[in-house]
């Protein structure tokens, strides 16, 4: 993951490159995402990016785990029967402030290009109604951010599997 020496930037500069690095990962693919973009925006020098960071890859899921961070911060613990309402109503919160949070962008370009690009991991092993319900949730998410004229019908459909 990051590197030591980024630890110890001041706040401020940690900012500025982490606001460069979601600006390039929300506007190009990780394929297709440049150094050179990055380090002209967050004003430091080429050779300061590879003592923050092992390489793009390394970069990108330090920016994308600080969104997931920030995101699941304001989600119950864990999904269960008796909070469904909760975790419905946090998508539709999420979905319609994702661009004011600015992680929306990231987390498109994420399902649309870079989880095939990073490879799909296996989601851990959890009791079955918990990996049901965070399956599910998180396939309404990533339904709802790839085509958000569907919320509605998805969060119905979200609700109609979690009822039966």
């Given at each position: 993951?990051?590197?030591?020496?980024?630890?110890?930037?001041?706040?401020?500069?940690?900012?500025?490159?982490?606001?460069?690095?979601?600006?390039?990962?929300?506007?190009?693919?990780?394929?297709?995402?440049?150094?050179?973009?990055?380090?002209?925006?967050?004003?430091?020098?080429?050779?300061?990016?590879?003592?923050?960071?092992?390489?793009?890859?390394?970069?990108?899921?330090?920016?994308?785990?600080?969104?997931?961070?920030?995101?699941h911060s304001?989600?119950?613990?864990?999904?269960?029967?008796?909070?469904?309402?909760?975790?419905?109503?946090?998508?539709?919160?999420?979905?319609?402030?994702?661009?004011?949070?600015?992680?929306?962008?990231?987390?498109?370009?994420?399902?649309?290009?870079?989880?095939g690009f990073?490879?799909?991991?296996?989601?851990?092993?959890?009791?079955?109604?918990?990996?049901?319900?965070?399956?599910?949730?998180?396939?309404?998410?990533?339904?709802?951010?790839?085509?958000?004229?569907?919320?509605?019908?998805?969060?119905?459909?979200?609700?109609?599997?979690?009822?039966?």
């Amino acid at each position: 993951m990051v590197l030591p020496t980024f630890e110890h930037l001041p706040e401020a500069k940690q900012a500025r490159v982490t606001a460069a690095l979601l600006a390039e990962f929300s506007h190009y693919p990780l394929a297709q995402a440049q150094v050179a973009r990055i380090v002209t925006a967050a004003d430091i020098a080429r050779g300061a990016f590879y003592k923050y960071f092992q390489d793009l890859t390394d970069a990108y899921q330090y920016v994308f785990q600080q969104a997931m961070r920030e995101i699941h911060s304001q989600l119950p613990q864990r999904p269960t029967p008796h909070n469904t309402a909760v975790y419905i109503d946090a998508i539709r919160q999420f979905v319609g402030a994702a661009d004011a949070c600015g992680y929306q962008a990231l987390i498109v370009m994420h399902y649309r290009y870079n989880e095939g690009f990073l490879g799909v991991q296996p989601s851990r092993i959890a009791a079955p109604k918990t990996w049901a319900f965070t399956t599910l949730y998180h396939q309404t998410l990533r339904d709802v951010l790839l085509a958000p004229d569907t919320l509605d019908a998805r969060l119905a459909q979200l609700e109609a599997a979690l009822a039966e």
